[in-house]
């Protein structure tokens, strides 16, 4: 029966990532691609308009903006839903362009920080934390209407730790199950994967504090930072 569950988490989590995967790569082959032409055409009759001198010229090169912001918004959210395989080097960096995606596509102050002296040994444990930590990141989105999140990488009594804590509305056990059900199974199962420790708890203050903590040791590579 263990086997049999692990099996279906496994395709669930797999199917759920396939389809992000299809919707991202949709957004930049369709819309993606129409943004560019559209902008295109409205830069070209900006110019002419302005080359003219038509009154028209100033608000048509609003509208060029505005094509720009929209393309730049679709580029960040083909990111967050279609994102490449994130090795052991590179998971902070990863994990810093998350915080930089949310803050930029949303009025919610997210930051990371990590120790830099933290080195994940295995890529598929790099690739797990980071899903996690996406995953978290847009439950809070989605479900807690927070002001602020914080996603951390650190290493308390030798245990490489994700945490990412938000200030929104919390849960109580009965939201658990219905809200964001979903999300946490994943986390739960990519926990697992990597022979983590996964833990969801509302916090004092009224937001949500998700922590998954390795359990086996990891390298710690000494600053070389003056």
Known sequence: RVIE???????????????HRRLGQELHDTLGQSLTGIGMVADSLAKRLAAIGQPEAEKQAE??????QAKMEVRQLTKVLYPVD????GLLAALDELAVAISERSQIRCEFKGDRTIQIRDNEAATHL?????EAVHNAVKHARPQRIAIALTRPRGRVTLTVRDDGAGFTGAETARSGGL?????QYRANAIGAQLSIESTGTG???VRCTLKREENHVPSHDA
């Not at 509208?63 to 720009?68: F, S």
């Not at 994130?86 to 080097?89: E, L, N, P, R």
């Open 5 to 19: 569950r692990d099996r279906l988490q496994r395709q669930l989590v797999d199917a759920v990532w396939n389809q």
């Open 63 to 68: 509208l060029v903006g505005m094509i720009q």
């Open 86 to 89: 994130v090795d052991a080097q």
């Open 130 to 134: 980071f899903r996690i930590a996406q």
């Open 183 to 187: 999300g946490m199974r994943i986390m």
């Open 207 to 209: 937001g949500t504090l």
